[in-house]
């Protein structure tokens, strides 16, 4: 069988060489710098009314193909309005980060494991105030170019300090960010 002029096992034998050498193209490699940035925001619906917006900020080098190191900064505002009046406060985390990425490395799709630690700065009409911060974060980045991502994750927060049990002091987080590799 022959399609525009090409044998179809030619086609086949083509496309199983050529398709992994451009899948080599859309991944990290040793010494790639990347940034990144996601947010989200939400809110009641009732007359007390509350939000919350979240922005993501994070710059990282690849060490090698399967080791990523990052810094973060996520800046939260929280807003709300009440009988009692208005309040607004400003925080974020600052936190830096080690990803594996697991699998051949090859391809659009790389999952990966990871953990780090920082801290959480809160302030506003509560007053100030600063925590340690640690995590663990499993996800997947889907390389949708070459050299720009989506990325999914799963983060399991723990902030040591404070009264109350373990789970008092855990945050489940799930991110989705935008990252470019230069």
Request: with cysteine.
């Amino acid at each position: 069988m022959r399609v525009f002029g090409i044998s179809a096992a030619a086609a086949c034998v083509f496309l199983a060489v050529a398709a992994p050498a451009f899948a080599q193209q859309t991944n990290q490699d040793k010494g790639n710098k990347e940034i990144g940035v996601g947010g989200q925001a939400f809110f009641t619906h009732n007359s007390n009314f509350t939000g919350q917006a979240f922005a993501q900020f994070s710059l990282g080098y690849f060490q090698s193909k399967k080791n990523y190191f990052g810094v973060e900064a996520d800046p939260t505002f929280v807003f709300s309005h009440s009988a009692a009046g208005n309040n607004v406060d400003v925080g974020g985390f600052v936190s830096g980060s080690y990803r594996r990425f697991l699998g051949s490395g090859t391809g659009k799709l790389y999952p990966f494991a990871g953990g780090g630690g920082g801290g959480y700065l809160n302030g506003g009409g509560g007053g100030f105030s600063a925590q340690g911060l640690v995590f663990g974060e499993v996800g997947i980045k889907d390389y949708v170019s070459p050299k720009t991502s989506l990325e999914f994750a799963y983060r399991f927060n723990y902030l040591p300090s404070g009264q109350g049990g373990f789970s008092d002091h855990t945050l489940s987080q799930f991110v989705i960010s935008l990252r470019h590799i230069f």
